[in-house]
């Protein structure tokens, strides 16, 4: 199967990951803007870490050493840039990262964009928190498939997950409780 150049969201150490497209009831394959966005890896629909976190201590505060990076540069939390020490909250930020892509149909990183605008989550984290600016941020593609709380919650979900000091962050069991609870707003309202 082949996937365009143009869904390519990032590369790992051992695999692309691309922006697919599936119906939301059956989960069979769509049409691109029509159903579900999500992250393909190995040809296979799922989100998980991108080589950072693979197996670790059962305590969020024991650092993992890996000595070297497996992942996409754009998808590395700060703690890992800084110290080379990665936590169990680290592919939160990862998986963060993703959802970021998803949710303004940009990548990571894009030399093409202007000044300040090349990283992603450089330029939108100050953005996020300011409510009148979502909606210029958001894909075009999903105008209309969500409501103005649902995208509400999902910066706020966003920022949570990018917070500098892991500790900070929510486990990906909270992420995924807020992304439920997100999906049940996601229905528009305007």
């Not at 990032?10 to 966005?37: C, H, N, Q």
Request: with cysteine.
């Amino acid at each position: 199967m082949n996937f365009s150049p143009d869904s390519l969201l990032g590369e790992g150490g051992f695999w692309r990951v691309y922006e697919g497209w599936v119906d939301e009831k059956t989960l069979a394959p769509s049409t691109r803007g029509i159903g579900m966005a999500v992250a393909i890896k190995n040809y296979n629909a799922k989100l998980s870490d991108f080589g950072s976190v693979m197996l670790g201590p059962s305590k969020e505060e024991v650092p993992v050493s890996t000595g070297f990076a497996t992942c996409t540069i754009g998808y590395i939390a700060p703690e890992y840039i800084t110290t080379g020490d990665l936590y169990l909250k680290s592919d939160v930020y990862g998986f963060d990262v993703v959802l970021l892509e998803l949710l303004m149909g940009l990548r990571v990183t894009d030399p093409e964009h202007p000044r300040g605008e090349q990283n992603l989550v450089d330029w939108l984290k100050p953005i996020l928190s300011q409510e009148t600016e979502l909606k210029t941020i958001m894909d075009v593609q999903m105008e209309g498939q969500y409501s103005s709380e649902a995208a509400l919650q999902a910066a706020q979900l966003s920022l949570r997950c990018l917070e500098l000091d892991p500790q900070s962050r929510p486990s990906m069991k909270e992420v995924m409780e807020v992304l439920k609870e997100i999906e049940a707003l996601a229905s528009p309202s305007i």
